[in-house]
């Protein structure tokens, strides 16, 4: 098979469009996010903790020394990206139990067992004898 044809048929998949798809809307989605979290949810948390900005937090390994800058660690950062994260999390694990509920099928009802002839025979007895 030719490289090209092979290719072809790789690309035209349905589930690699979907992916591609999904990519996409993710990577919208992601920012969509991390703007809530940044202009919205993180001046919210620092007001509520004494007007507090987390970008600012960092930790200098060392000073800025003429037009080099300082080196440091931006846990501040590090912890709008992990509310970030989280707030993702949880919106695709709402979203993915919302389509599991959705998929989830009926449960096939058994045929019943054929009954033997011979309990068909006497149920039949069992029911005229009734009737009597």
Known sequence: MSFIKEFKEFAVKGNVIDMAVGVVIGGAFGKIVS???ADVIM????????????TDYKFTLKEAVGEVPAVTINYGSFIQTMVDFTII???????????????????QLEAPAKI?????????????????
């Open 35 to 37: 703007s809530l979290v």
């Open 43 to 54: 001046p919210v948390v620092g007001v509520v903790t004494g007007g507090v900005n987390f």
């Open 89 to 107: 999390a949880f919106c695709i694990f709402c979203a993915i139990k919302a389509i599991n509920t959705l998929k989830k099928e009926e449960p």
């Open 116 to 132: 033997p002839a011979d309990v068909a025979l006497l149920t039949e007895i069992r029911d005229l004898l009734k009737k009597q």
